[in-house]
């Protein structure tokens, strides 16, 4: 039985890793979005502030402590640090997250998302 419970938490927090990946995607990218379907823009400004304050405070999003959490009832170990840390800079960077990645990361988050809701807004201007 126990067996069972650890399979459905490992799978519970592979699920959240899935979900926070494809958050910080929307984070990034979601303003493309905005380009076809402009109702996406309400759904994604918050989800861009979110992300950018995440990055320029350090903060940990609470879905880490979750998949973190759900790990541990799977009898694995979690892990220290927030999910870029964890599972993207070792793909992206090999020494490690430090505040002034963070503020890299954050400002790409930011100057992508104005230049994306500049052509958007740029488009309502001329009505196309």
């Keep these: 039985m ?3 419970l650890r399979v459905v ?3 519970l927090a592979n699920a959240v890793v899935v979900v926070h990946a494809l958050f910080i995607v929307f984070i990034v990218c979601g303003g493309f979005l905005a380009w076809r379907w ?3 823009a309400v759904l994604h400004v918050p989800c861009a502030v979110w992300g950018v304050l995440i990055e320029y405070n350090g903060w940990i999003c609470p879905l880490t402590p979750l998949e973190n959490s759900l790990r541990m009832r799977a009898g694995q170990q979690g892990y220290s640090g927030g999910f870029v840390e964890h599972y993207l800079v070792p793909a992206i960077y090999p020494a490690g997250l430090t505040p002034r990645i963070q503020v890299v990361l954050g400002t790409a988050v930011l100057v992508v998302n104005v230049i ?6 740029r488009r309502l201007m001329r009505g196309l």
């Design 2 to 4: 126990f067996y069972y």
């Design 9 to 11: 938490y490992r799978l």
């Design 38 to 40: 402009r109702w996406v």
């Design 116 to 121: 994306t809701y500049a052509v958007v807004v």
